[in-house]
């Protein structure tokens, strides 16, 4: 067993110093704060993902450089599993305590103990694969990994600029490439293709619905958006808005999948693009989320969330699962976060089992793996869903015995092939509602009528200290601070159809207080009523107390 090239490692170490007085921390979407910080951390993630590629026996592991939906400044960093999926969460902490190690030789001793403890065979190969978003200061940054890949000497390569799934997709590609369990050409061009041929297989026959507006939020997605409209020819036609990439500012600018969630409104630059009864969807900065909406002919503005995408896509699949007639063999489950709009667990619950996680995309994600098809989508966007490897060979080896079955089996295999099974990819998604939209044939309004949204409010407490905010019950209940549970409880109970609950934000230090009722008036007055009461309880001081707190 080899050791550690301490000299080469320490060396470029040097180069890259840790920011004193700045605490990291691998959260919900690995490394995430302002880009001009985060030199040390990219530098020492490079040497980490060799590390976790030489621990999975030199499979490659991705490396993603993206702050997502966050403002331009702001950069991060995460890592990506051998099958695409979100780093297993014990190595988020040897992330954290890597990137907070305060000099060199502390840097170096850490890596000595994550070898030692995590019983690493340093002489297997590293193999990693990186990409990043158009962040300006992404170029740097992917410039400090490179020296991390370097000080440790992995085999690394440069995935470019592309879209958070794309990288996803290419981790899965080239770990199973050659395999039975091949999942595409590790290329762009094998992504596209991919796709779009599976959505062409969805919808040819059907009647094309007339063009999309995709708000691209003037990041990566933009790429991608261009890129794949050529592959879908007549299929689908894609009208790209907010594509400007290089201008400085407009990443996620009033506009994207964030925006138009959390301000449930149109985005301005918009305004101009959309016609009455015309819909329109919106990416976030790495096209990861996506979020539809539609203007009524009273040019009222109605979203699609993504709990819409999960009732619309969970009920066609289940209606495809049985008309192929293995309604017996594949069990449809969708999984859902605190955030979920009640009606919209109340329609699914109708229909299929429904569980409900933590917020961030590996709880979704593990929690959709026990289901034969496991659909999951945060109400912000993202999601996707997964077929297990069994509901698979089922597919592949079920013979039908009707026509009607075997165009509906047909229809399933498209769609396991249609969606980025790695991750939520906002492409994948558009294109997958797109696909059911053309079969129910539905407008916006016949899909926002599966069920009506309970008004709902979400508000962000600023408090001393967020992680004295502990919850239980898929994070529906506060356990500390003591006794504050019960005093929401009480309020709660004053407003039709109420519902409330409070979590420590994992990307924001913030506390979110999120509150939904039958009118929306009491939405908004239950959640700053408990906004004031998270304030006031945890000491915040009455000369900043935000005035909309009640
Ligand atoms: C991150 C998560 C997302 C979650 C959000 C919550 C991933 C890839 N992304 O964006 O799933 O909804 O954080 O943010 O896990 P919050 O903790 O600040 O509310
Ligand atoms: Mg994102």
Known sequence: MSSLPVETIASLADQHPKPAHITFQYGTAGFRTLGNVLDSVLFRVGVLAALRSKKQDGKVIGVMVTAS?????????????????????????????????????DFIAVLENIVKTTK??????????????????????????????????????????????????????????GTKDAYGEDTEDGYFTKLSTAFGKLVSGKAPLPPLIVDCANGVGADGIAKISPYLGDHLKLVAVNT???????????????????????????????????????????ADRLIYYYMDD??????LDGDKIAALVAAFIVDLVKTAGLEEDIKVGVVQTAYANGASTKYLTERVPVRCVPT????????????????????????????SSETQ???????PSTPAQSTALNYLK???????????????????????????????????????????????VVVADRHAFHTEDAERKLVSPKGLQAKIDDLVKRYDGGRSF??????????????????????????????????????GDPATRPKEFI
Not at 298 to 303: I, K, L, Y
Not at 373 to 381: C, K, L, S
């Open 69 to 105: 939906h966050n403002p331009e400044p702001d950069n991060g960093v995460k890592l990506v599993d051998p099958r695409g999926e979100m780093l297993e969460a014990s190595w988020e902490g040897h992330a954290t305590t890597l990137a907070n190690a305060a000099t060199t030789e």
């Open 360 to 387: 961030g995309v590996k709880h979704l994600h593990h929690a959709a793996e026990h289901y034969s098809v496991g659909v999951y989508f945060e109400a912000n966007g993202h999601g996707t869903v997964l077929f």
């Open 244 to 286: 400007a990439t290089t201008t400085s500012g407009a990443l996620n600018n009033a506009c994207g999948a964030d925006y138009v969630k959390t301000s449930q409104k149109l985005p301005p630059s918009l305004a101009g693009h959309i016609k009455p009864g015309q819909r329109a969807c919106s990416l976030d900065g790495d």
């Open 298 to 303: 009273r040019n009222q503005f109605h979203m």
């Open 414 to 460: 498209s769609l396991t092939e249609l969606i980025n099974q790695t991750v939520g990819d906002a492409i994948s998604d558009m294109l997958l509602v797109e696909a059911v939209l053309a079969h129910r044939s539905y407008s916006g309004v016949e899909w926002d009528s599966l069920y009506v949204d309970l008004p709902n409010r979400l508000v962000k």
């Open 120 to 177: 690493i065979d340093l002489s297997k190969p590293a193999r990693v694969v990186y990409a990043r978003d158009t962040r300006p200061s992404g170029p740097a940054l992917v410039a400090s990994l490179e020296d991390g890949f370097k000080a440790i000497g992995a085999e690394a390569r440069n995935g470019g600029v592309t879209t958070t799934p794309i990288l996803h997709y290419y981790v899965r590609a080239m770990n199973t490439k």
């Open 502 to 539: 409070v979590r420590p934000s994992g990307t924001e230090d913030v506390v979110r207080v999120y509150a939904e009722a039958v009118i929306r008036s009491h939405a908004d007055d239950l959640a700053f009523r408990v906004a004031g009461l998270v304030y006031d309880e945890t000491g």
């Open 393 to 399: 060979a089922k597919l592949a080896s079920h013979e």
